[in-house]
């Protein structure tokens, strides 16, 4: 199971943090993801993490504002969103799979979501 937190109303500008929680023993075998869906919109990819954490990669609309990084120790993933803009504004999901990717058909696992509105 994956449980996402931290989500939360802000302004533009302002910077909040998203925890994925995961329960199981093999959280570090684990490439783990985020996605995010706007209303009327399709889910898109935000970034991904292999196991050990070397390998990270980004959707260009965030690039050089988020940051996502993992604590196997407490199988958890975070993402570390900074400089919000109202067009971050959506549902985050996270997700967990076993094969590197941006498209959701990678992931076999998917937290409940958790809301971010950026306000202007």
């Known amino acids: 199971q994956l449980q996402a937190s931290g989500g939360g109303l802000v302004q533009a500008g302002d910077s909040l943090r998203l925890s994925c929680a995961a329960s199981?023993?093999?959280?570090?075998?684990?490439?783990m993801g985020w996605f995010r869906q706007a209303p009327g919109k399709e889910r898109e990819f935000v970034s991904s993490?292999?196991?050990?954490?070397?390998?990270?990669d980004y959707a260009d609309s965030v690039k050089g504002r988020f940051t996502t990084s993992r604590d196997n120790a407490k199988n958890t993933v975070y993402l570390q969103m900074n400089s919000l803009k109202p067009e971050d504004t959506a549902v985050y999901y996270c997700?967990?799979?076993?094969?590197?990717?941006?498209?959701?058909?990678?992931?076999?696992?998917w937290g409940q979501g958790t809301q971010v509105t950026v306000s202007s």
């Open positions: 997700a967990a799979g076993s094969t590197l990717g941006n498209s959701p058909f990678t992931y076999n696992y």
């Open positions: 993490i292999s196991g050990s954490g070397g390998r990270l």
């Open positions: 199981g023993r093999t959280f570090r075998t684990l490439l």
